[in-house]
Each structure stands twice: as C-alpha cells, then as structure tokens.
C-alpha cells in the first residue's frame, strides 16, 4: 500500500520556523517530482514548492519565496520543507504530494497524498 505521511505541524509564533517530513512508503518516489500544498481554512489547496527527481532543482509559490525550502533524501524516501519567518497567513493545513507536473506554469499535483499535517501561525 502506498502511504504518503507527513509529520513537524504545530503551533508556532510568527516569525517561527518549523520543518515538516513526508515518510513515503510502499514504493520510492526517487523517479516523482515532490511537492508541498496546503490549503487554509475556507479556501482551495495551493501549491506551495515542489522539487526535482534528483533533488536539484526546486520552484517556490511567490508567497513563499525565500523563506521556506523543500529538500529530499532518496535514500529515506523522504521529503521536507523548512518554513522559516512564518507568518499567521501561513496558518493551513501542509500536504504532500508525490508526481507533481509542469503544465503551462502551473503546478499541478499527482496521484498520491499524504493526511496533512496542522500548521497554525499565531501573530
């Protein structure tokens, strides 16, 4: 069975940092593209970053830049995203995604998602 398991939510003070894991198991992710989503209460999920096969190369939702970063370990079939300067309107649930795609600058996500993981931001 394919799981996708996120963990690292909380409560945290604006300004704060966190970093969330996504554990995948039942088959390796190393040949997906990986990403993060997240959708805060009374809107649609949004895409947050996601990150090449190889761990390389990474794109960011203008929100986000420069503040959080997605990084991968192949070998743990496992990705992260380090949040650093949170602000209360990153307060949303986090989802991962395995097999996001590229299409027309759109990221969109893939078959497999994880449960979500809370992150609340307090101002």
């Known amino acids: 069975q394919v799981q996708l398991v996120e963990s690292g939510g909380g409560l945290v003070q604006a300004g704060g940092s966190l970093r969330l894991s996504c554990a995948a198991s039942g088959r390796t992710f190393s040949g997906d593209r990986m990403g993060w989503f997240r959708q805060a209460p009374g809107k649609e999920r949004e895409f947050v970053a996601t990150?090449?096969?190889?761990?390389?190369?990474?794109y960011y939702a203008d929100s986000v830049k420069g503040r959080f970063t997605i990084f991968r370990d192949n070998a743990q079939n496992t990705v992260y995203l380090r949040m650093n300067s949170l602000k209360p309107e990153d307060t949303a649930v986090y989802y991962c995604?395995?097999?996001?795609?590229?299409?027309?600058?759109?990221?969109?996500?893939?078959?497999?998602w994880g449960q979500g993981t809370q992150v609340t931001v307090s101002s």
């Open positions: 990150i090449s096969m190889n761990g390389l190369y990474s």
């Open positions: 995604n395995a097999g996001v795609t590229n299409y027309n600058g759109r990221q969109n996500p893939g078959n497999y």
